[in-house]
């Protein structure tokens, strides 16, 4: 599912760079302009702010327990 159509970034990319993140700090604090920088992309129009911090929001407990679990 594209997440942001400016930079065309699908959920499947930032699901895992906020996996990448979290698995080399697990208390890291992700802002969607973190999780942007991380995966080499800027905002433009900021439209997918809103959507891309549900994705974070959605993703960030699940990640954290997957990583304790390696
Ligand atoms: S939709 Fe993401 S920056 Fe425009």
Redesign the pocket.
Known sequence: MI?????R?GSGTLKSTIAAILKEDPQAVITPGRLFHRAGYR???????EL?TELIDANLHTQAQANQGE
Request: include cysteine; glycine fraction near 8%; charged fraction near 0%.
């Open positions: 997440m942001c159509s400016c930079n970034i905002f433009t129009c900021g439209c997918c702010v891309i």
